[in-house]
């Protein structure tokens, strides 16, 4: 079959093409497992993460990928959920203990670091860790949400807003315009305020209905109760804390942060950042329980989601784009 492969770890500054085209084995589901034919694979800044080692897989080479969208096409001993044919979605979380705080779990292993992932034209799944994808969306439109709505349906929840309380978001890629959605849907009468560093992405959410849009550091009309963060920096963060109103949380929707500006933390004024009883609260990966839950709401609403497509062999030209900042919505691959 056919995959794209990261068999080394290092920076995109240096290395624009850190995955290889490879044929590999098609997988055999074992029991329990489910074989799916990839049809997309949406491509998240968690790749990048594991590229340039800020959370790099335990074993290399390895297939990333954790936005997957295909077709059931062989199913393990044991599988009763799914059958041949049905189409399905994959996200980060490729299996876990199954607890309430799986995520947290020692047992957890990701979609495209741990085990191979999406990036190919076939990967097996535990059949507990695959959802139905709703008729609402195409392919393309449903991977964003196996991850970038997944995880930030999660990353709402973990706000804790009440309907009529300000949200803020900074950053604006492929989960804040999907969250920016779904908040507008759960929570009709709080305003959204968004930070984004481009007038692009001002402007975009603007079009999707955002009360408010400027630049990081520019002052909104209101204190917020909360702010989530999708940036993969520190700068947003340290402005993000100065806009929560007391009381306020900061929820930091990212694997990892990158240690550019790292040194800006020194300036946190504990008075002026910190004082009144601000929270700061991490997402850490994504249970079952949030995709299963977020996607028939993503249907619901109908979520619209952006996306830019590329062919699987272009998958390091998609890299490259969401690390400079070329970013509309999702990218996603079309694998078939």
């Not at 209101?222 to 963060?229: C, K, P, R, S, T």
Request: proline share 7%; with cysteine; net charge negative.
């Amino acid at each position: 079959m056919r995959a794209m492969v990261l068999q080394s770890i290092g920076s995109l500054d240096e290395v624009r093409e850190p995955l290889v085209s490879a044929d590999l084995p098609k997988p055999a589901p074992a029991p329990g497992e489910l074989l799916i034919e990839v049809s997309v694979c949406g491509v998240c800044h968690t790749e990048l993460d594991e590229i340039e080692g800020r959370a790099p897989p335990p074993v290399l080479p390895v297939v990333p990928g954790h936005e997957v969208v295909g077709r059931v096409a062989g199913l393990g001993d044991g599988c009763r959920q799914h059958a041949i044919g049905d189409r399905v979605g994959v996200g980060w979380i490729h299996s876990s203990d199954g607890g309430d705080a799986e995520n947290l779990s020692a047992a957890f292993r990701a979609t495209g670091r741990d085990v191979n992932g999406g990036y190919a034209e076939f990967m097996t799944v535990p059949e507990n860790y695959a959802y139905p994808i709703p008729d609402a969306f195409s392919d393309a439109e449903a991977a964003p949400l196996l991850c970038a709505g997944g995880v930030g349906y999660r990353a709402l929840r973990l706000a804790g807003i009440d309907d009529g309380d300000v949200l803020a978001l900074t950053g604006f890629g492929g989960s804040g315009h999907l969250v920016l959605q779904l908040a507008k849907h759960l929570h009709p009468r709080s305003p959204v305020f968004v930070f984004a560093r481009s007038e692009r992405e001002q402007a975009f959410a603007l079009e999707l209905g955002a009360d408010w849009a400027g630049d990081t550091e520019a002052d909104a009309p209101e204190l917020a109760h909360a702010v989530i963060d999708t940036t993969p920096v520190w700068k947003p963060v340290i402005a993000a804390l100065e806009r929560l109103r007391p009381g306020g949380r900061l929820v930091i929707n990212a694997i990892r942060k990158q240690s550019v500006d790292a040194h800006l933390l020194a300036d946190i004024s504990y008075e002026e950042h910190l004082w009144q009883e601000k929270e700061i609260k991490t997402v850490a990966n994504v249970t079952h329980r949030d995709i299963a839950e977020f996607l028939p709401i993503a249907a619901s609403v109908p979520l619209h989601v952006e996306t830019q497509t590329y062919a699987l062999e272009d998958a390091n030209r998609a890299l490259c784009d969401l690390r400079d900042g070329h970013i509309r919505g999702a990218k996603v691959l079309q694998v078939m």
